[in-house]
């Protein structure tokens, strides 16, 4: 579904503001009949949010049309400070609103506006797709090295086992300090991020750390011993 397409599709062009010199083009907020912006403060504002996410939890494409007019030059700003890149702001802003859609009942009124919750989407997504495109340019240059042969398999049989003991240290742990570590340092989440996955205040995801990485140092100090640790080392 291309969320652009939906929303003019569904009602006249409006007024436009452009991004950026020859750049696309996306719609301000659509004016009422008093010449004022249809989006209204306070609780009119929370209202029309509720009517909105209501209507698209029924199926009313048109719903998500109008929430891209009202929103979808907020959501693309905020997507284009973080990437920096007009066509990745773009698919980003186009993902913001296709999760809107499938999944509207995340939205909350009582903590905020559509509009901020939908800032804050497209800035955890811009932030993702940062890393994405990170990894992916690494790879790449990796890719493109020259390999290295080298006869040191002593190294690698080494580092084998040290990622063996590390994980068997973890399993030790209770679930909820693994989970953390794990999406810490496995997935390379911040705390904030794991905190929002395992849906816990961030405070409780830094004690939990802190627990778990005291507990691993005294497991793997117990375990890397001479007499525990390969011949070779």
């Known amino acids: ?50 009517e909105l996410v209501a209507r698209m939890m029924a199926g009313e ?32 802003t186009q993902e913001v609103f296709v999760s809107l859609w499938q999944h509207p009942e995340r939205f909350d009124a009582c903590r ?13 997504r811009s932030v993702d797709r940062v890393r994405a495109e990170t990894s992916r340019a690494r790879g790449e240059a990796r890719a493109e090295s020259p390999m290295l042969v080298t006869d040191d398999a002593d190294d690698r049989v080494t580092a084998t086992w040290l990622s063996g003991r590390v994980r068997e240290a973890l399993a030790k742990l209770p679930i909820e300090q693994r989970e953390a570590v794990e999406r810490a340092y496995y997935d390379g989440r ?26 691993l140092d005294v497991l793997l100090r117990d375990e890397l011993t ?3 640790a390969p011949a070779w080392t």
């Open 190 to 215: 911040s705390y904030r991020q794991v905190a929002a996955d395992l849906a816990v205040p961030e405070g409780t995801i830094k004690s939990r750390m802190r627990i778990a990485l005291a507990k």
């Open 61 to 92: 494409q048109d719903a998500l049309a109008h929430a891209y007019r009202q929103y979808g030059g907020v959501v693309f700003g905020v997507c284009r400070r973080v990437l920096r890149d007009e066509n990745l702001a773009e698919d980003v």
């Open 1 to 50: 579904m291309r969320i652009r397409a939906l929303a003019e599709r569904s009602r006249r062009p409006t007024p436009a503001t452009q991004v950026g010199r020859g750049r696309r083009r996306y719609h301000e907020p659509v004016q009422d009949g008093t010449g004022g912006a249809s989006g209204v403060h306070g609780a009119e504002s929370s209202a029309t949010d509720r």
């Open 226 to 228: 001479d007499q525990d």
């Open 112 to 124: 905020g506006s559509l509009r901020s919750w939908l800032g804050l989407l497209a800035h955890r």
